[in-house]
């Protein structure tokens, strides 16, 4: 998978071999907590995309998610988001039903249906994570 950063306020994410990447078009581009933003969304939205094609029986080595945003004021904030679905392999009759499938992926859901934020400050540092338990005796490591 590759997130590519687009511009401030555009991610696009596609399918790739290998781990994923996130790429930029220089290295003065910064990845701000937008671009996250964005590419939680795209990552989702693709992730249930990929589902569905698969239950359909549907090629989609080709779809590519672009996510964008603009910006809202008082207070400061993403005020709208856009996702375009390009999926040149999708044919004409099902790319209805593709969108609507799009629309179930949850961080689309929690950004349509706003969360409960509560801010905790914590007494004291912060602990380490925990370690990974390691592997039982015959196993590969």
């Known amino acids: 998978m590759k997130l590519t950063l687009l ?5 696009r994410y596609e399918l ?44 989609f080595t080709d779809l590519v998610i672009e996510v964008s945003w ?9 005020g709208a988001m856009t996702i375009d679905l390009r999926w ?3 044919p004409a009759n099902r790319r209805e039903a593709a ?3 799009a629309n179930l992926c949850t961080v689309h859901h929690t950004l349509e249906h706003l969360p409960t934020l509560t801010t905790v400050m914590q007494d004291g540092p912060a602990t380490a994570p925990a370690a990974a338990p390691a592997p039982a005796s015959g196993e590969a490591a």
């Open 16 to 59: 790739t071999t290998g781990p994923l990447t996130v790429e930029a078009p220089s290295a003065d581009t910064e990845f701000s907590p937008f671009h996250m933003l964005g590419g939680s969304l795209a990552s989702c939205t693709f992730t249930v995309l990929a589902s569905w094609a698969g239950n359909a029986k549907l090629d």
């Open 7 to 11: 511009a401030e306020d555009r991610v």
């Open 88 to 90: 040149p392999s999708l």
């Open 99 to 101: 969108r609507r499938a």
């Open 70 to 78: 603009t910006f809202a004021e008082q207070p400061h904030r993403v």
